[in-house]
């Protein structure tokens, strides 16, 4: 099941949000009384520009794993630099491709670029969450593409072109613009903050996949934490502490044996919330 509303529609849901204050820590509560943390999520958006969209199963993973799901359409840089302090983290979904001029590259016949507003708007997104430190972030499919980009990083613009002899399936049998996904089987690397997360579960097991690009030249402070047999590059990550993720295949559409990717960007969002909580009364108590 997909969201469609159309783009005024969702800038007055934004500013709605805003002046109602919705990242307050009264907003939600758990049983224990903790405030839930707040993750921003992209939309899609049609080539027309006139209706935005969303899988629900990107806001379910997020409800699910503890947090709070909210929509965030694009907007200018500024309007960007006020919302982005009051989210705890950011989930971004799959789509079409971004242009590859973002990369340095001329498209190529199998690229289907997506709206112009949508890719402008992600790639200021990533860049901001990457100037914020440590804003936690989960890139899924075209969201692990636009971290690799705003890092700096290029693309395979398609896989089945690139690579001809490759008998990975990576997307499913209607191609990966299809409604279904398909499966194969990615190879987390052992010292990735990944297998961490995934812990007990073996290094190598099935996915749902739906891409035709991936990652070729990594981006800046970007490491490698999945492959599949065919080399392709399924999972990528900011090394250290800090929980900057991007996933080529998609958690979402398999929560129970992904619960744990959502629950860790639940768990270091709550941290980046409380970080926040404690720097804004020091500056109280300074200002005192």
Request: proline share 6%.
């Amino acid at each position: 099941m997909k969201f469609q509303v159309t783009p005024s529609i969702l800038a007055w849901l934004a500013a709605a949000c805003l002046a109602c204050g919705y990242a307050a820590p009264a907003l939600s509560q758990t049983t224990t009384g903790e405030s839930k943390p707040v993750i921003g999520i992209n939309l899609d958006l049609n080539t027309e520009g006139s209706k935005y969209s969303i899988s629900a199963r990107y806001l379910d993973a997020i409800v699910r794993a503890g947090g709070i799901a909210l929509l965030v359409p694009p907007m200018s840089a500024a309007e960007l630099s006020q919302v982005l302090p009051n989210l705890d983290g950011m989930l971004m979904i799959g789509g079409d491709d971004y242009p590859p001029s973002s990369y340095g590259q001329k498209t190529e016949a199998k690229t289907s670029v997506m709206a112009p507003a949508r890719s402008q708007f992600d790639l200021l997104v990533v860049r901001s969450v990457l100037d914020q430190p440590p804003m936690p972030y989960l890139g899924i499919c075209a969201g692990s593409q636009v971290l690799n980009i705003g890092s700096g990083g290029e693309l395979i613009q398609d896989i089945p072109t690139a690579k001809p002899e490759s008998k990975v399936a990576h997307s499913g049998k209607n191609g990966w613009q299809g409604s279904a996904a398909g499966s194969h089987v990615v190879t987390l690397h052992s010292a990735s903050k990944l297998a961490t997360i995934y812990a007990g579960k073996p290094l190598a097991f099935a996915v749902p996949t739906s891409h035709h690009q991936c990652v070729s030249r990594l981006g800046k402070d970007l490491q490698v934490a999945a492959t599949t047999d065919d080399g392709v590059t399924e999972a990528i990550e900011v090394p250290g502490d800090r929980f900057v993720v991007g996933v080529q295949w998609h958690p979402e559409r398999d929560f129970e044996n992904n619960s744990v990717l959502f629950a860790e960007l639940i768990k270091q969002a709550r941290a980046y919330r409380a970080l926040k909580a404690k720097a804004a009364l020091k500056s109280v108590a300074v200002g005192n």
